[in-house]
């Protein structure tokens, strides 16, 4: 049925209208980013929120920018090739068989609220994260017991390792020093105040928290008179990490102006903003080494010769392409920023050949397996190489099944010898310079751990191992890596990868940016940073 | 004979609807006249087009895909056949009321009887001058007084009852009422008791013939029952296939059926006297009306149909005074 | 008149002739549903788009230039490369050329799509069947159960349920296929309920028709149309929330051409690379508009009610 | 008076009725009725709406389950009758509805329709099922070309005929008849009606003819019982009763009718008010608030038992 | 009617559980170990056995369900293992930006919807009927995550006219809370800026997330007018001379939106779930996002907390609209 409508155009005219309203509403209220007051605020857009704050609890790389900028911890890193700097600890002794390690500590730190930084609070703090037991606990769990930990006075504390530990020193920037007045203050139960350092911080850094809202931003506010002082001459009020998830959104920000700095952009996408006008890439050689680990525990890949045959038909060059050239392949196990790294002699690289050869003296000559290569995901580079490998052994007759799965249950799967899969790609960023925390991933102790799955056994290295990290004397254990990089070489227990650079696009006057490899992937150390405009 | 000039007066009057399957020719030179303050029934079974012709008539009938092929219309005086919108909404409105015959259908669920009414009252107010225009008082006031008219118990309160509310006999009332508002020159009544029990029926009835009386309105009552129709037409029309067969007073038309369809459709009402032993029925069925007979409409179905009767289309002639019947046999034409 | 001066007929013939005497009314209201269906251009569109999508699942390996890109090949050296004469759709961060995995794409919804719906009913029409005819205790368990699974929206549903599964192209069926059945259970329920008082119903039961014979004689007949009409809607809903699964990340994985994954990945190389993620969009929105219209077409031509003009 | 065919007592059938959001309320449809049915009369029962003319015809056909009360047919206690007996019940007694388009299932040809109580019953196949088939629909008078046929292609007339074919190809003994021409137009009724006469004759069959349609029931029926509020008020021979009913309502429901005549017959009755909701039927005699004769508060307080009268009348009335 | 709400808050309740025991059935085949996750990269078995403790994964699966039964019922739906956040607080947080982005979907849906549908009806089969049958049709198919990317292309990044994501602009201050709703409270303190803002920040992803809700508003709309358009009173209405806009839009409207609400009801809850693809793609901060990056992690019982809570919200929201029938249809409304 039509019906004739004459009042209808009534309708129309107020859609019209409606239509309108909310025009006016609308133009305009894109407004360009501005900065409050004389100073400047830094905006970062980073893609992984900061869920959890406390250090005694987690670190990945957003929650340990965040920890650095609002904790302080005995030593810090900075520079390139590392360094360790005194920071709350103005100097250290250490008696001779790596045992016994005193920290004279700086008198003028003080914390947020006033209270000085003392050796008590160094003690709590080292006592907090070893009883709780999460976190970096398992850096220094082995060595040190809480008892050991010893206030000598007011601005000496004494560690007192149950064994000799030489890359001791090398872990402790990531143990933060907390303020036991406050953490305790809030404790619930026997928490240790766990649940309140979860959005909350009780620390001496150069920033203090000022805007928290999960899901969105975390707002920092910088420390006026910190203890350390600043380094550059207009300091900046303070921080904004702006949870931009996407790639074009991260893009976009950017460019408006909306956001100063961004990472984890796509190889591509670091490439088209370098060439914008106003924009910047830093990019640097990071620690990160990406490998495809093997389980040699297991068939198929007990077999070296199959290893090994994979590993050559690798195309290593793919790395290079997807990262537009921006990673640098391995030439040993260890990465390049690693003292005592050495350039393995006959490292393997893309030879058909070789492979071909490899394979044929393997217990699977023509090929006719498929073998599980599980990967992270939603993780793009390791996607690609998945990609990259049903290519390269098509040719060997060797067939692979990509398994994505989440983080943790990737973990699951790698953490018993029976479940970890064929391959396994995995990102590792050591937490420390000393080559112990590389070589280690390859002793016994490691396995099931997520660098671990390779269930690598090999008396002889594991023996090199524990021999180099009880030595002090770095003549002593330059050799014995030299030794140890060259023998798990030979047993291939993964396909050794690449690093990948590590990249930041920022606005070019954000000034003061330094560079660490010991850093994870997308970790800026912010006190250095100004807006220089 | 001096009649008085007829208030509705149709003349040949053709409609035509256009189907998926193809063009209906629902009405086939309709003549109707209706004189004021007279009471005329239409009769027919289903499909015949009694409905139609008036909804057509008063413009209820949307176009497309109805289509006027020929006749005009005149009411009181005017002709209207190919008035706008606005005239019919007019006459709609302020001089023609319709009833229809299934009052729960026929009222919106959702609005109060009340709220109904008020809107007529008001839709009708609308064409008036400003001046003339009722309040929000007197516009209730109204309500009220037509509710009592149809003597329906407990007016004020029946204003704030809904439609489920009521029974259908109460709803025909309040349908009925809703068509008084306007004073209307004529009330149509399409099917107005096909719905209700036989006692309801028999109240609706008599509240129709009473209004007629009281009101000296006229009334165009349309019915598949010629007992429906007999109880308060003077006059009868009974339509088949789209065409208007015979038209004659109430009287005559019992007494003295003329047309063939007409003798068929008493001889098959069963008598609550039982005077009828057996019933005849009319061989065949309604015809298609995408493409009716030739001729006379009724000639498949009819007994005495000769030849004239399958090439044309018999007239409407005159055979007694005030009788007329569209039929060969009485023009002489059969052979 | 004799026998000789007529062509023998053939047997087959007189089948036929019998066989079209006996459907001359089926034959009929086909031939109305062609003419009705036929007229209207948007359910025809729809047809199209349906049949050109099932070409696509068939014909897809050998129509495309490049079928090896849609089972994992790298060509890293062309990557990202933008719509051209060799790679109409462009190629993606692999080199692999978008308009093969597209193409390839077709299969991977079909199978989504059928088995959906087909687990969808196989479970939903008996249990609706059931809850409709049963009534008492019964029906208020099924219905209940039903209206539980319905109270979740159904991609936060499978969702859950992919997350717990992990993700992957069979999870994600599973998943699909478990919220997708309670809505054939609604529809058949409450058209069976319908049926039941419907004088037909009685009158085969007046004859003594039993319980199995009014099921499938009476009341599975007459549910034929809706559930043809929300199967072909549902194909295409189907495969949407596939895709949405895909574009979570949930979904089908690498190197799978599935068109939410495709998108997915697609957005990361935003803008500057929009031919990545806007042809798998159109392929999806095709797809399912052309499911849609067909629905559409359908409950025009099946569904009396809105048949009559 | 021979032995009754089927004979009915004290038959009562409650509903529980929804009512917006209120819970269920009981409607009484069958208030405790007695009723018998000779052998090869045709029985009429009428009454208005909501009189519960047709929930007796569903629960003779046990297509409902009486609240109370007990049913004999042919000497057979079949008000609780399940399976193989039931099954052999409605070999015996058929029903045709008032709706014949929707009284036919519209995805299937007329020839599965009517073959249906044959499949069921006969167990026929094949030919034999063609032949019975063709036969019955001969009886009702459709010729074979209407086999193929879907119900939405035959006129109403047509798809009442291929109902009663139905109803009549197990050759039963009782065919209700629940308004089977209400839905039709006057001449089709005609027909209908001459038929259903012709063939209570030739088949031998009982009816129970349902109707509102005092002139159809006059028409067809022996004998007629006037149904009020789920009672029988009144019950005789349908000349007796037409022409000289006793009980007010009847007397009110005749002189209602309006005549197919010239002359309407003067002092008409027209009862006042609707006929009151099932949910509330009113005490005593339930036709009490209505009726222009109402003696007094007996009326109100007493419900009138259904006495006998001579000349085989029954009637419920204080008067 | 009192009865009547007991009564369906009762089959809530019921409904409820029902709905927990199927996401704790979900939850319960999961293969990963959840305390594997929590205690982080690097922990040690005694690390993990800490957490399995804490969260009571030791316990045997009844105990646990009657746990968690009892925890929800108190508002407590655990802690997520990933971040250790209550879960309950974490959605309190998200929920009222999901709630506001799906409120003012909703009102773009049927603001834009019911006159559409109206507006098809009333002109049947013409040109404008095709148009707004098309929109309708398109909006179904068009993957809501791919409308947002495209929205987000072209108004955002080409034309520039409306911000790319998020709730609000980076330097806003929030207005003080009232009603967590940040349209409603911006415009309660006076903040007119903010209030722009913040309608400018929504409208892409409550267009995005409106286009399924819109189609089935307008097809609803649309088939119930003709519908009604059909019956019989509005007959009456014309044949008393009511106007014809009258009659389309107040009395024909007010019928056909009983089944339109119907719709509204259901595609409520639709919307809600539409989140987790839109707010992923507009960075929005709200429960849709939660869950997605949960379910991405296998963190689950911040999925199960969410999952619950949208299936509650849509409880609620069908509830109401059974409360809107009464007020609409008076044939419901009857009787106390």
Same mark, same amino acid.
């Given at each position: 049925m039509t019906i004739r409508i004459c009042h209808f155009p009534r309708l129309v005219t107020a859609l019209v209208f409606a239509g309108l309203l909310v025009g006016t509403l609308v133009v305009g209220s894109a407004q360009a980013f501005e900065r409050a007051g004389e100073k400047f605020i830094l905006v970062f857009g980073g893609r992984q929120p900061v869920p959890l704050l406390d250090p005694s609890q987690k670190y990945d790389w957003s929650t340990r920018m965040m920890q650095q900028a609002m904790y302080d911890a005995l030593v810090k890193y900075e520079n390139d090739p590392p360094v360790i700097k005194p920071w709350l600890a103005e100097s250290w002794d250490v008696s001779d068989d790596a045992k016994v390690w005193t920290f004279h500590l700086a008198k003028n730190a003080k914390f947020h609220n006033g209270d000085p930084v003392n050796a008590e609070a160094v003690r709590f703090s080292f006592e907090r994260t070893l009883k709780i037991n999460k976190g970096p606990a398992w850096m220094l769990s082995d060595f040190l017991k809480p008892e050991g930990v010893k206030v000598v006075d007011e601005h000496t504390v004494r560690f007192e390792l149950s064994e000799p530990f030489a890359p001791f020193l090398s872990f402790l920037p990531w143990w933060y020093v907390m303020n036991p007045a406050q953490v305790m203050a809030h404790q619930e139960g026997d928490d240790m105040g766990q649940k309140w350092m979860t959005d909350n911080e009780a620390g001496s850094g150069p920033f203090k928290i000022k805007r928290w809202e999960q899901g969105v931003l975390y707002e920092l506010e910088a420390v006026p008179d910190y203890w350390k002082g600043w380094p550059q001459k207009k300091p900046l009020a303070g921080v904004i990490y702006k949870l931009i998830r996407e790639a074009a959104s991260q893009k976009a920000a950017l460019q408006k102006g909306e956001a100063d700095i961004v990472e984890g952009l796509s190889p591509e996408d670091f490439d088209i903003v370098a060439k914008l006008p106003g924009i910047k890439v830093e990019n640097h050689a990071g620690m990160t080494t990406f490998g495809i680990k093997f389980n040699v525990s297991q068939p198929p890949m007990d077999d070296i010769n199959l290893r090994k045959a994979v590993a050559h038909a690798f195309d290593y060059e793919a790395f290079l392409k997807i990262y537009n050239g921006n990673a640098k392949l391995q030439t040993s196990p260890f990465p390049f920023a690693t003292q005592g790294h050495i350039d393995v002699p006959n490292f393997p690289r893309r030879d058909m050949a070789k492979a071909k050869a490899y394979l044929a003296k393997s217990k699977y000559p023509n090929g006719g397996i498929e073998l599980e290569y599980v990967y992270v995901q939603g993780l793009e580079e390791e996607r690609k190489m998945g990609l990259v490998l049903i290519d390269n052994l098509k040719p060997l007759n060797i067939g692979i099944k990509m398994v994505p799965l989440t983080w943790p249950n990737m973990k699951a799967r790698g953490s018993k010898m029976e479940t970890s899969p064929n391959m396994l790609a995995i990102f590792a960023t050591p937490v420390a310079t000393d080559p112990d925390a590389v070589a280690f991933q390859y002793h016994k102790d490691s396995w099931g751990k997520y660098y671990g799955t390779h269930y690598y056994s090999n008396e002889e290295v594991w023996g090199l191992i524990e021999k180099a990290r009880k030595s002090s004397s770095w003549d002593e254990r330059a050799p014995i890596y030299a030794e140890i990089q060259k023998k798990i070489t030979d047993d291939q227990p993964e396909i050794f990868g690449m690093l990948a650079n590590r990249r930041w696009a920022m606005r070019d006057y954000v000034k003061g940016f330094k560079f660490s490899p010991v850093r994870f992937t997308g970790e800026v150390d912010l006190y250095s940073l100004e807006i220089g405009k | 004979?001096? *009649?008085?000039?007829?208030?509705?007066?149709?003349?040949?009057?053709?409609?035509?609807?256009? %189907?998926?399957?193809?063009?209906?020719?629902?009405?086939? +030179?309709?003549?109707?006249?209706?004189?004021?303050?007279?009471?005329?029934?239409?009769?027919?079974? %289903?499909?015949?087009?009694? @409905?139609? %012709?008036?909804?057509?008539?008063? +413009?209820?009938?949307?176009?497309?895909?109805?289509?006027?092929? /020929?006749?005009?219309?005149?009411?009181?005086?005017?002709?209207?056949?190919?008035?706008?919108?606005?005239?019919?909404?007019?006459?709609?409105? =302020?001089?023609? #009321? &319709?009833?229809?015959?299934?009052?729960?259908? $026929?009222?919106?669920?959702?609005?109060?009887?009340?709220?109904?009414?008020?809107?007529?009252?008001?839709?009708?107010?609308?064409?008036?001058?400003?001046?003339?225009?009722?309040?929000?008082?007197?516009?209730? !006031?109204?309500?009220? *007084?037509?509710?009592?008219?149809?003597?329906?118990?407990?007016?004020?309160?029946?204003?704030? #009852? $809904?439609?489920?509310?009521?029974?259908?006999?109460?709803? =025909?009332?309040?349908?009925? #009422?809703?068509?008084? #508002?306007?004073?209307?020159?004529?009330?149509?009544?399409?099917?107005?008791?096909?719905?209700?029990?036989? %006692?309801?029926?028999?109240?609706?009835?008599?509240?129709?013939?009473?209004?007629?009386?009281?009101?000296?309105? !006229?009334?165009?009552?349309? @019915?598949?029952?010629?007992?429906?129709? !007999?109880?308060?037409?003077?006059?009868?029309?009974? &339509? $088949?296939?789209?065409?208007?067969?015979?038209?004659?007073?109430?009287? /005559?038309?019992?007494?003295?059926?003329?047309?063939? $369809?007409?003798?068929?459709?008493?001889a098959a009402i069963p008598r609550l006297d039982g005077s009828a032993d057996s019933l005849a029925s009319i061989a065949g069925t309604i015809p298609n009306l995408i493409d009716p007979p030739r001729g006379c409409r009724f000639h498949p179905r009819c007994a005495e149909a000769g030849e004239t009767c399958r090439q044309a289309k018999p007239p409407s002639l005159e055979g007694a005074p005030g009788h007329w019947v569209a039929c060969h046999i009485y023009g002489g034409g059969v052979g | 008149m004799s026998a000789a001066s007529h062509p023998p007929v053939s047997p087959w013939r007189q089948a036929l002739a019998a066989w079209r005497l006996r459907h001359h009314s089926k034959l009929r209201t086909m031939r109305l549903y062609a003419f009705t269906f036929s007229r209207s251009l948007s359910s025809m569109i729809g047809l199209g788009l349906v049949l050109l999508f099932f070409f696509l699942v068939l014909a897809g390996p050998w129509i495309v230039p490049y079928p090896e890109d849609a089972t994992g090949s790298v060509n890293l050296d062309i990557k990202l490369q933008p719509p051209s004469a060799e790679h109409w759709f462009g190629t993606d961060e692999v080199g692999n050329d978008i308009y093969t995995r597209v193409v390839l794409g077709t299969q991977v919804s079909f199978q989504i799509g059928l088995i959906v719906v087909s687990i969808a009913m196989i479970l939903g029409i008996p249990l609706g069947i059931i809850a409709g005819l049963s009534g008492g205790w019964l029906r208020e368990v099924i219905m209940r159960v039903t209206d539980v699974f319905l109270s979740v929206p159904g991609l936060v549903l499978s969702l859950a349920i992919v997350a717990v599964l992990g993700p992957g192209i069979l999870n994600a069926i599973f998943a699909l296929a478990l919220v997708w059945w309670p809505g054939y259970v609604r529809l058949i329920e409450s058209k069976a309920l319908s049926l039941k008082s419907e004088p037909f119903v009685d009158a085969a039961r007046a004859v003594g028709a039993g319980m199995p014979r009014i099921i499938f004689f009476h009341i599975l007949p007459n549910c034929v149309s809706p559930i043809v009409v929300k199967g072909s809607m549902d194909m295409g809903l189907a495969i949407l929330a596939a895709a949405s699964l895909g574009f979570i990340g949930l979904g089908a994985q690498p190197p799978h051409p599935e068109w939410g994954a495709m998108i997915s990945i697609g957005r990361n190389y935003l803008p500057d690379f929009w031919w990545y993620s806007t042809f798998p969009g159109i392929a999806i929105y095709l797809t399912v508009l052309g499911f849609n219209l067909l629905g559409d077409g359908l409950r025009d031509i099946l569904d009396p009610k809105t048949r009559s003009r | 008076m021979s032995a009754a065919l089927l004979e009915v007592r004290g038959l009562t059938r409650h509903f529980r009725v929804r009512d917006g959001f209120r819970q269920h309320r009981t409607a009484v449809a069958v208030d405790g009725i007695d009723l018998a049915l000779r052998a090869g009369e045709a029985y009429g029962l009428v009454g208005e709406s909501g009189s519960g003319k047709s929930t007796v015809a569903r629960m003779i056909l046990r297509l409902l389950s009486p609240t109370a009360g007990t049913m004999v047919f042919r000497g057979q206690d079949i008000t609780a009758l399940q399976g193989e007996a039931l099954m052999r019940l409605r070999e015996n007694i058929q029903i045709v509805f008032q709706d014949p388009h929707a009284s036919l299932n519209p995805r299937k040809t007329i020839f599965f329709s009517v073959a249906e109580p044959l499949v069921i019953h006969r167990g026929l196949r094949g030919t034999a099922l063609q032949n019975r088939v063709e036969e019955v629909l001969e009886i009702v008078g459709l010729s074979g070309n209407f086999l193929y046929r879907y119900p939405h292609e035959l006129s109403g007339g047509q798809k009442q005929r291929v109902c009663i074919a139905r109803a009549v190809a197990l050759d039963p003994k009782l065919l209700v008849l629940d308004e089977p021409t209400s839905a039709l137009d006057v001449s089709v009724q005609a027909q209908v009606l001459e038929f259903l006469r012709d063939l209570k004759a030739r088949l031998d069959l009982t009816y129970l003819f349902i109707s509102h349609d005092l002139s159809v029931v006059r028409h067809l029926c022996d004998r007629v019982g006037v149904m009020y509020l789920g009672r029988i008020v009144e019950e005789g021979a349908v000349a007796k009763v037409f022409s000289a009913p006793d009980h007010p309502y009847t007397q009110s429901l005749l002189s209602a009718v309006p005549l197919p005549q010239a002359k309407q017959p003067a002092g008409r009755i027209v009862l006042s008010g609707d006929v009151p909701s099932p949910m509330a039927v009113p005490s005593g005699c339930a036709f009490h608030p209505r009726c222009p004769r109402k003696i007094g508060a007996v009326c109100e307080t007493e419900r009138p038992s259904l006495d006998s009268r001579p000349q085989g009348r029954r009637v419920a009335c204080h008067l | 009617m009192a009865l009547f709400v007991i009564k369906r808050v009762a089959l809530l309740g019921l409904m409820l559980i029902g709905l927990i025991l199927i996401m704790f059935t979900i939850s319960h085949v999961a293969p990963g170990d959840p305390a594997g996750v929590a205690a982080g990269p690097d922990a040690t078995a005694e690390m993990i056995e800490v957490i399995r403790k804490e969260y009571g994964l030791d316990k045997p699966l009844p105990m646990q369900f009657w746990i968690y039964l009892g925890d929800v019922f108190q508002g407590d739906l655990g802690r997520s293992i990933r971040t250790t956040h209550d879960v309950t607080d974490d959605l309190l947080r998200y929920f009222p930006a999901t709630f506001e982005l799906v409120g003012v979907a909703m009102l773009i849906a049927i603001f834009f919807g019911v006159p559409l549908g109206m507006l098809a009806a009333v002109f049947r089969d013409k040109g404008a009927d095709h148009a707004i049958r098309f929109v309708s049709v398109s909006s179904v198919a068009l993957p809501m995550f791919w409308l947002g990317l495209l929205l987000q292309l072209f108004v955002s990044l080409k034309l520039g006219w409306l911000p790319l994501g998020g709730q609000i602009g980076l330097m806003t201050e929030r207005p003080e809370p009232i009603t967590h709703l940040l349209l409603v409270d911006s415009l309660l303190r006076g903040q007119f800026e903010t209030f722009r803002e913040a309608f400018a920040h929504v409208i892409l992803p409550a267009i995005a997330l409106s286009a399924p809700a819109l189609a089935a508003i307008i097809r609803v709309n649309r088939a119930e007018m003709i519908e009604v358009l059909h019956q019989d009173f509005i007959v009456t209405a014309r044949a008393h001379g009511i106007s014809s806009f009258r009659i389309v839009a107040i009395y024909a409207l007010r019928n056909a939106m009983i089944p339109t609400l119907a719709m509204i009801g259901l595609r409520f809850g639709w919307m809600l779930g539409g989140t987790v693809l839109v707010e992923g793609v507009f960075d929005w901060p709200g429960v849709g996002l939660y869950a997605v990056q949960s379910a991405v992690n296998s963190d689950f019982q911040p999925v199960m907390g969410a999952t619950l809570l949208i299936g509650f919200s849509f409880m609620l929201a069908n509830f109401a609209i059974d409360i809107a029938y009464g007020w609409l249809d008076p044939r419901l409304r009857e009787a106390g």
């Open positions: - | 004979m001096a *009649e008085p000039a007829p208030l509705l007066e149709i003349r040949d009057y053709s409609l035509s609807i256009s %189907t998926f399957d193809g063009v209906l020719k629902v009405l086939d +030179g309709i003549n109707l006249s209706i004189a004021p303050g007279e009471a005329v029934g239409i009769v027919g079974e %289903t499909g015949c087009g009694k @409905s139609i %012709t008036v909804k057509s008539v008063v +413009g209820l009938v949307p176009s497309p895909p109805a289509r006027v092929e /020929a006749g005009s219309v005149r009411f009181d005086g005017r002709d209207i056949t190919s008035a706008d919108e606005a005239t019919i909404r007019r006459i709609r409105g =302020q001089e023609i #009321a &319709m009833i229809f015959q299934d009052p729960m259908t $026929y009222l919106n669920p959702l609005f109060t009887v009340g709220r109904q009414l008020r809107d007529v009252i008001q839709a009708k107010d609308r064409l008036k001058p400003q001046s003339e225009r009722r309040d929000k008082r007197s516009i209730q !006031a109204k309500a009220v *007084e037509l509710l009592s008219q149809v003597h329906l118990p407990n007016p004020e309160r029946q204003l704030d #009852a $809904y439609p489920h509310q009521l029974s259908g006999g109460m709803r =025909q009332r309040v349908l009925i #009422a809703m068509a008084l #508002a306007g004073a209307p020159k004529l009330l149509i009544a399409d099917e107005p008791t096909t719905a209700l029990d036989v %006692t309801i029926q028999a109240q609706i009835l008599d509240l129709v013939k009473d209004l007629v009386e009281r009101l000296g309105m !006229a009334v165009l009552v349309i @019915s598949h029952d010629l007992g429906v129709v !007999a109880a308060i037409c003077q006059r009868i029309v009974v &339509m $088949y296939a789209g065409t208007v067969v015979e038209d004659a007073t109430t009287e /005559a038309l019992f007494e003295n059926p003329k047309h063939p $369809y007409t003798r068929g459709l008493l | - | - | -």
